[in-house]
């Protein structure tokens, strides 16, 4: 017997479910959450609250969450323009450290006194190790499809 793969289109939602799903998505994760949490003896409200304290509670942890934030949302928008494009790019993460593992050799292996000309160093250097891993996929999607 042979399978065989049928795309159909989908059904149009509306703007009310479009708004409302990513609502009830947050709450039954904190509901679920919560229950895991009761399981072991843990306060839920107290576990979000001592969460919501360590991340938003003082500048040092809105700047950590912020640091980490900003290379998922560069990200999110690179796959987000590739996706619009009708190209799949699942290769993101991979980019990003690859990059970051460019930037960190360029500040260890060639060293500058200039803060600029350091900066500029390992932006190209991570532009260029991130540019190179998505050519590999890019290369192997133009060369067989």
Same mark, same amino acid.
């Given at each position: 017997?042979?399978?065989?793969?049928?795309?159909?289109?989908?059904?149009?939602?509306?703007?009310?479910?479009? +708004?409302?799903?990513? #609502? !009830?998505?947050?709450?039954?994760? @904190?509901?679920? /959450? =919560?229950? $895991?949490?009761? *399981?072991?003896?843990?306060s839920p409200?107290?576990?979000?609250?001592?969460?919501?304290?360590?991340?938003?509670?003082?500048?040092? +942890?809105?700047?950590? #969450? !912020?640091?980490?934030?900003?290379? @998922?949302?560069? /990200? =999110?928008? $690179?796959?987000? *323009?590739?996706?619009?494009?009708?190209?799949?790019?699942?290769?993101?993460?991979?980019?990003?450290?690859?990059?970051?593992?460019?930037?960190?050799?360029? #500040?260890?292996?060639?060293?500058?006194?200039?803060?600029?000309?350091?900066?500029?160093?390992?932006?190209?250097?991570?532009?260029?190790?991130?540019?190179?891993?998505?050519?590999?996929?890019g290369f192997?999607?133009?060369?067989?499809?």
């Open positions: 017997m042979r399978y065989r793969i049928v795309l159909r289109r989908r059904f149009k939602t509306g703007a009310f479910f479009e +708004g409302i799903l990513p #609502v !009830i998505s947050i709450f039954a994760a @904190l509901l679920f /959450s =919560g229950g $895991a949490l009761l *399981l072991f003896g843990v409200l107290a576990a979000y609250r001592a969460m919501f304290r360590g991340a938003l509670g003082s500048g040092y +942890g809105l700047s950590e #969450v !912020i640091v980490k934030a900003i290379p @998922l949302v560069i /990200s =999110g928008v $690179a796959v987000a *323009l590739a996706f619009r494009m009708k190209v799949w790019n699942i290769g993101a993460e991979g980019q990003i450290y690859l990059g970051a593992l460019a930037s960190a050799a360029a #500040v260890r292996f060639l060293p500058s006194d200039s803060r600029v000309v350091m900066l500029l160093t390992m932006t190209v250097a991570a532009i260029i190790a991130g540019g190179a891993w998505g050519y590999v996929a192997l999607k133009s060369r067989w499809n």
